[in-house]
């Protein structure tokens, strides 16, 4: 297992988030797709005007079979495509790397035709409001979560993991190769009261990476009901861990 960095040419990368739901939680093989944001400026300012610096691999950093679907420097257009990308769980959301900004790269890029690619997401956010931080976990059941949010049964909204904290880092590190663990996959799960239904969902296709957080979308829920939201992460060491928050629903006084 790499994990750690693909090579240290390249100068950065970031986590691209893609749902592959609705499975039995086995391995498999999918296509993926995704397109680049025209307003990440960090990204059009630092490749190459030809993009053969922008490479994508798995959460282990092995090089993907990849292509650029359509890519015009001018207008900041970039889609890419991955062929046949080995998953473990086909029920979770998975974390992709893309990389660029290397200046003597040669094209990697292949030549295939997607077939019903999984949708993948850049996400160009930072954590806000409703943060679980580095907390030491919690193995036993509680009926008062070390960390708690409330929100009104008509709100959606994000809740941010600080999974950073939890992934071991290289005792010595030395210029890019200080990363040892990431994240391979993760699945969001909601534990209700006891004799309560589980009303609170999570949008799984709206999980989103960035780097050392994790944001779980979660909407709807009844009124004066406590839940427990459970993010489950897998890790590149074949760590499994989770990391909870408790949920409140309060529905507000009509103004």
Avoid at 196 to 217: A, E, H, P, Y
Wanted: with cysteine; glycine share 6%.
């Amino acid at each position: 297992m790499m994990a750690g960095w693909y090579s240290t040419n390249y100068l950065m990368r970031v986590p691209v988030s893609v749902p592959v739901l609705g499975g039995s939680g086995s391995a498999g093989t999918y296509d993926m797709s995704w397109t680049v944001p025209k307003d990440w400026d960090l990204f059009w300012s630092n490749i190459r005007s030809d993009a053969f610096d922008v490479i994508v691999t798995d959460a282990d950093n092995n090089i993907a079979t990849f292509k650029r679907a359509s890519f015009t420097f001018s207008t900041r257009t970039l889609d890419m495509a991955v062929d046949n990308l080995n998953v473990e769980n086909n029920n979770s959301v998975n974390l992709i790397w893309m990389y660029f900004g290397f200046s003597g790269a040669t094209d990697l890029a292949s030549v295939f035709t997607p077939s019903t690619p999984k949708t993948g997401t850049i996400y160009l956010g930072s954590p806000t409001n409703r943060i679980v931080g580095y907390v030491n976990p919690q193995s036993t059941a509680t009926d008062t979560p070390t960390v708690s949010f409330t929100k009104a049964s008509d709100e959606s909204i994000f809740v941010w993991f600080n999974t950073g904290a939890y992934l071991a880092k290289r005792r010595t590190p030395y210029n890019n190769r200080k990363f040892l663990e990431g994240i391979k996959f993760v699945d969001g799960i909601v534990h209700p009261k006891a004799g309560t239904s589980s009303t609170l969902t999570i949008d799984k296709d709206k999980t989103r990476f960035i780097n050392n957080w994790t944001g779980l979308f979660i909407e709807a829920g009844t009124d004066a009901t406590n839940y427990t939201l459970e993010l489950k992460v897998t890790t590149t060491r074949n760590q499994i861990f989770s990391l909870r928050c408790g949920i409140s629903v309060r529905d507000k006084i009509p103004v």
